[in-house]
C-alpha cells in the first residue's frame, strides 16, 4: 500500500484534502495518509484532519519541508492549497511524486497549447492563483476554464500532466459560480489520479 502526505494552507478550503479522504476511506485510493502537513495552525483543513484522526504537523518555513517529508518517507506528496514555494532541493529529492492541480490548462511542452473541446486555445493561467486565474478565464474570453493535475517541476506552474479537465463558461458567470462547478472535477479528477498512481 502506497503512502501520502497531503499538504495544505489557510488559502483553500480542504476540498480536494476531503476527496482525498473520502477516496481513501472508500478504497478507491490504495493508500494511507500518513500525515497531514500545514504551513500555519489557521488552515481551514485541520477540522478535516482532526475529524479523521489523520497526524498534523506544521511546517512555518519552507526550509524546514525537506527535512520533515524525507523522515515521514512518502510516495506521493498531494499538494492541496499550499501555499509556500516548494524549493528545488524538495523537487529534486522526491522526483514525479510531488503532485498539483494548477488552475489553469498546461501543455505537454512549454511552447505547446491545449484545445478546449471546441477546437479553441485554452488559458494557462501560468503564475495565477485560483481567483485570479478564475477571473483571467473571463477576462479572456475563454470558453472553457479549466485545471491541470501535473508533478511538480522546477519550471513554474509546468511538469508531467497527469490528468486535465474542463469546464464550460456559461453566460453570467463570475469567479464563485465557475470555481463551484470547476471545484467539483478538480476534486474527482484528484481521487482519480491518485487511484492510478497508488494502484501502478
Known amino acids: 500500500m502506497k503512502k501520502i502526505v497531503v499538504l495544505i494552507s489557510n488559502t483553500g478550503t480542504g476540498t480536494n484534502l476531503q476527496a482525498i479522504i473520502d477516496g481513501v476511506k472508500d478504497k478507491k485510493i490504495s493508500a494511507k495518509i500518513l500525515a497531514v502537513i500545514s504551513d500555519t495552525k489557521e488552515a481551514l483543513g485541520l477540522s478535516r484532519a482532526r475529524k479523521y484522526k489523520l497526524k498534523i504537523i506544521i511546517v512555518p518555513k519552507k526550509e524546514e519541508l525537506l527535512k520533515v517529508l524525507k523522515k515521514l518517507n512518502p510516495d506521493f506528496i498531494a499538494l492541496a492549497g499550499w501555499k509556500q514555494i516548494i524549493l528545488d532541493e524538495v523537487i529534486d ?108
Open 93 to 200: 529529492a522526491f522526483p514525479n511524486k510531488i503532485i498539483n492541480t494548477h488552475p489553469g490548462l498546461i501543455p505537454d511542452s512549454l511552447d505547446g497549447v491545449i484545445k478546449n473541446p471546441d477546437g479553441t486555445d485554452a488559458v494557462w493561467n501560468k503564475g495565477k492563483m485560483t481567483s485570479k486565474a478564475m477571473q483571467n478565464f473571463l477576462d479572456s474570453k475563454a470558453t472553457y476554464a479549466g485545471c491541470t493535475n501535473h508533478f511538480l517541476s522546477e519550471e513554474f506552474d509546468f511538469g508531467i500532466v497527469n490528468a486535465r479537465c474542463f469546464e464550460k463558461i456559461k453566460d453570467g458567470d463570475d469567479v464563485d459560480s465557475l470555481y463551484q462547478r470547476l471545484k467539483k472535477k478538480e476534486n474527482k479528477m484528484y481521487v482519480d489520479v491518485l487511484s492510478r498512481l497508488c494502484s501502478s
